[in-house]
């Protein structure tokens, strides 16, 4: 393993642990709402603390993006972090989060963990090196026909600027696919992806701590990650369209004729 994916690891199995703890008190926590449907609890905030401490212990020179810390520091290499993706399910119980970690070097992503505590489930990847779910190597699915196909994606819940457009591809994909789901994690929904469970995912306006170490597990299992409008420009914009190469295909033909300025974004 990469020694820098072994510290993210590291720090992912640390604040997964706090986690898991946590669930159990869960009505002993303390939460903010940030936002309409947007939560933080002092889990969330908790985690972050370990993740950050034990990836700048190693690395006392990276520069970090986190959900709740924002932007620290500046450094070629930039660890974006979701310490608990997730937290509506986690907060009533629904075991459906995870633990997200990404590197950027000089903007590429080259490392990736997301860890679900719930069923100590730990996908990894390397740049180049392929990805894998508990030691063992994983695929996107060979499925070829949308028809076949069982696709992931995110309700909006905080931002609705998109929310026509959203529902109109939404439509259309559930009537020309096998099913729709929606767990309610990113970062697990794309690490599903790249392990075959959800042959295509899409969403829009997440965040790059939602997306950016799922995204690098699914181009690493052998899938494909793109806008909306099938660019590479999803870590900024927030909208994405992935899955096996067949069926992201047929996704964004699907998507394409409900697309707005905002959505070409």
Wanted: charged share 20%.
């Amino acid at each position: 393993m990469h020694p820098m994916l072994n510290i993210a690891v590291k720090a992912a199995r640390r604040a997964g642990n706090l986690i898991h703890r946590a669930a159990d008190n869960l009505d002993h926590l303390t939460v903010t709402k940030k936002s309409h449907a947007d939560y933080v609890s002092e889990v969330d905030r908790a985690a972050e603390r370990i993740i950050v401490e034990t990836l700048l212990e190693a690395y006392p020179g990276h520069a970090i993006l986190a959900e709740e810390g924002g932007a620290q520091g500046q450094s070629e290499y930039v660890w974006i972090i979701d310490p608990l993706d997730g937290t509506t399910n986690f907060l009533h119980g629904v075991p459906q989060y995870a633990v997200s970690i990404g590197l950027q070097h000089n903007g590429v992503l080259t490392q990736s963990v997301v860890y679900d505590p719930t069923k100590n489930d730990l996908f990894t990847a390397t740049r180049g090196r392929g990805a894998f779910l508990n030691d063992k190597r994983i695929r996107v699915s060979k499925r070829k026909e949308m028809s076949d196909a069982l696709i992931g994606t995110g309700f909006p819940y905080t931002r609705f600027e998109h929310k026509d457009a959203y529902m109109a591809i939404f439509m259309d994909v559930m009537q020309k696919s096998a099913g729709l789901r929606r767990p309610g994690a990113a970062s697990l929904d794309l690490a599903w992806t790249a392990a075959g469970r959800f042959d295509g995912f899409f969403e829009t306006a997440l965040k790059p701590w939602d997306i950016a170490a799922g995204c690098l597990l699914i181009t690493e299992a052998g899938g494909i990650v793109t806008d909306l409008a099938g660019n590479q420009n999803f870590l900024a914009s927030g909208h994405l369209c992935a899955g096996n190469p067949f069926i992201q295909e047929q996704l964004l033909q699907v998507i394409a004729p409900h697309l707005t300025a905002g959505l070409k974004a």
